[in-house]
């Protein structure tokens, strides 16, 4: 048996701890957005008690099969009132706590899936 590297051909989390993630060679501390179509957004929202629609309205827009949403250092759902936008959309949320959503990002991402994940570091 060959054994090969594993190489990921979209954008992946390559290191992630309490309040931070890394992308690449950069280590990033607040909230955001990453697509597997290479997409890579601020998400202007600090705390989780802080989630309205728009936020995710903004994960809507990205025309993804799937969002993964980080909750933070644990897991929390989001209302159904806050995530309508996806499904009215039939956009599939799968919700964890950050550090297991860079883990499913990766795995999904690498497969060839249209994801999207948005991450909360508190």
Not at 51 to 80: C, D, K, N, W
Request: with cysteine; aromatic share 8%.
């Amino acid at each position: 048996m060959k054994y090969h590297p594993d190489i990921i051909s979209v954008q992946s989390i390559w290191g992630y701890g309490p309040g931070w993630i890394q992308v690449g060679a950069e280590k990033l501390t607040h909230s955001v957005i990453l697509g597997s179509r290479g997409e890579r957004l601020d998400w202007h929202c600090e705390r989780f008690e802080d989630l309205t629609p728009g936020h995710f309205e903004q994960l809507a827009q990205l025309q993804t099969e799937l969002v993964i949403f980080g909750s933070g250092t644990r897991l929390r759902f989001a209302a159904p009132n806050l995530s309508r936008s996806l499904i009215e959309r039939q956009i599939g949320m799968e919700t964890m706590d950050t550090q297991a959503a860079c883990r499913t990002y990766n795995i999904l991402a690498g497969e060839g899936r249209c994801v999207a994940v948005a991450l909360l570091m508190q």
